[in-house]
């Protein structure tokens, strides 16, 4: 309980802004929606640090692969815990949506919890960390700030969500980066051996973890699937 009334308290302290200044809220809506914004940075990030510290680059090898368990962990409690109601759209507490916010009804039949976005991008920035911590520590208050805060203020999520989708990446990265030797050296040869085709396949994953695969789920909704 003590939880649930911390993250109300600071969900209604950090929605008193909104619609006071048009700017502000169009700016905070605009990080909220943009993959480039988002993903985009992250995984630019990522890009960086492989071509820059090529020692480590399993460390950003089994980040990928721990993000890719963290979504799919984070989904799967969003889809088997009981429900939790957005910010935005639980009538009890008065949510004020910042101008320039639009599209809610994708958000009316999925859980808030937990975070989705802080568990894929927590778990991007922690093999970054791993592999370089200067640009690891630029990585983490990216993600804090540019990420997950213009969520918890267009209403999308409590801090709780945020944390527990952190939790959820940072261990998935952790416990795999334990066990990379197992498929790690495998990877790397291969894409060492067949650039072309290594390094395109690279490609596409972070091009669909930028995006959090939306072209893939807009494909599954098409057969019915909730994504």
């Known amino acids: 309980m003590f939880v649930i009334g911390l993250d109300r308290a600071i969900c209604a302290f950090v929605n008193r802004a909104a619609q006071h200044f048009g700017w502000l809220d169009q700016a905070i809506v605009v990080m909220s929606d943009s993959d480039l914004v988002k993903g ?6 990522f890009w960086a640090i492989w071509f820059r510290v090529p020692a480590r680059r399993d460390r950003l090898l089994a ?41 809610q009804s994708n958000w009316t039949d999925w859980s808030s919890f937990p975070s989705d976005h802080a568990a894929l991008f ?9 592999a370089n911590r200067r640009a690891g520590i630029f990585g983490w208050i990216y993600v804090i700030v540019a990420i997950c805060f213009p969520r918890i203020y267009v209403g999308i ?15 998935c990265v952790m416990l795999i980066v334990e066990w990379r030797e197992f498929w790690v050296t495998p990877a790397l040869r291969f894409i060492e ?21 939306w072209d893939v789920r807009t494909f599954l909704s098409y057969f019915g699937f909730s994504t």
């Open 63 to 103: 980040a990928l692969a721990g993000s890719l368990v963290a979504l799919f962990i984070a989904r799967l409690l969003a889809y088997v815990l009981p429900n939790r109601v957005r910010p935005l759209l639980d009538p009890s507490m008065h949510f004020t949506a910042p101008f320039g916010l639009s599209d």
């Open 40 to 45: 985009g940075v992250v995984l630019a990030l």
């Open 193 to 213: 051996r067949h650039p072309a085709w290594g390094y395109g396949l690279l490609y596409l994953l972070t091009f669909q973890i930028a995006t959090l695969f």
């Open 122 to 130: 927590f778990a991007i920035v922690t093999g970054v960390t791993l």
């Open 157 to 171: 999520h409590y801090p709780s969500d945020i944390l527990a989708g952190a939790v959820i990446g940072v261990g």
